[in-house]
């Protein structure tokens, strides 16, 4: 029998929820692609169990991507800032969403710096479904267009609002009124958000596990301890860069009652002192993976001596231009016997670290992957080829700025 003659057989035997169940089965993009191939019917049928879109449309295109995909629950038109296209994603658009996808889950509108507070009324008053909305560096948008979707969209659980520097805490509030479940919120650069609006937002918003206000300058102290409080059971990653309000009532609040918190940045935070960081170590030792703390001034050896004895499942480490660190915050390295599990460190601009620290650091930290040591006068690659250190051989040392950072560096 030909595959032609297989072909008919099938379709003929097998009802469309039969041949469902078979693309359910399939597991890689690529051969659900394929699946689409074999006839029109199953191209319908793959068209129509599709999930995920990413895509650059217009108006006309994206009706007819709605005729085809009409199941969608994510949908990306995100634009990269150096590859967008005129006039990109429109309030037209968002009409055109808002109406024909009312069962989408995600939608990704990064970049998309041509929408208003129009589209996002559209948006919030058709699909309720929504639960992950990204509009960073959407420019025009305000509280007023952003506080329809928190009215529309109760099960709302992200919203990344990077760069909307008009948000203020008007949008905080319509949150904690309407969207109780969320998870997830960046406000990176919202620079008119206060610590009145925090206490209002975790007032109705206890289940936060990301908090990113990254350069909300006005943001101190207050604000953080009220996260720490209302959030105490969930919070895993707090990111404060650039907070120069905040200091060690903050990070002691944290240390108190989020033992739970995975990642804390807090580069940039001047006033935060030893004691503060020793309190936060020995309390959240057990789940602390990521700590930056790069520009803490008052940071010194203590601190890091702490760290690296309590806190043994922490893999990323950033200490840069902590000027006070030296080879005495890696005492307790170099024992054979004592592993960590540090994969990233960047200790860049700590004049008084040599290699003499290195050197213990690498006897205890096998797994380490990326070593940032620039401007570091003692810890040059000629120094450290001439004492025969040895690096892991998946290591890369950034010594003079030649390597791309990590991301989770950025």
Known sequence: MDGGALAVCINESLGDDELRAVLSKVEHDKDKEVFGLVCKRWLHLQSTERRKLCARAGPHMLKRIATRFTRLHELDLSQSVSR??????????????????TSLRILNLQNCKGITDIGMAAIGSRISSLQSLDVSYSRKLTDKGLSSVAQGCPNLRVLHLAGCKFVTDALLRALSKNCSNIEDLGFQGCTKLT?????????GCQRLKHLDIDKCSNIGDVGVTSVAKACSSSLKTLKLLDCYKVGDESILSLAKYCRNLETLIIGGCRDISDEAVKSLASSCHGNLKNLRMDWCLNVSD????????????????????????????????????????????????????????????LKSCESLEYLDVRSCPHVTKVICEEAGLQFPERCKVNFVGSLAEPDVLR
Do not use: H, M, W
């Open 84 to 101: 967008s296209f005129y006039p990109g994603v429109t309030d037209s658009d968002l009409s055109v969403i808002a109406t024909a996808f």
């Open 302 to 361: 203590t601190s890091l001596d702490c760290i690296f004895s309590a806190c043994r499942e922490l893999e990323v480490l950033d200490v840069g231009c902590c000027e006070e660190v030296t080879d005495s915050a890696f005492q307790r390295l170099g024992n054979k016997d004592f592993k960590l599990g540090l994969k990233i460190l960047r200790v860049s601009n700590c004049p008084k670290i040599t290699v003499v620290g290195i050197s213990k650091l």
């Open 195 to 203: 610590d009145s609006g925090i206490n209002v937002l975790v007032a």
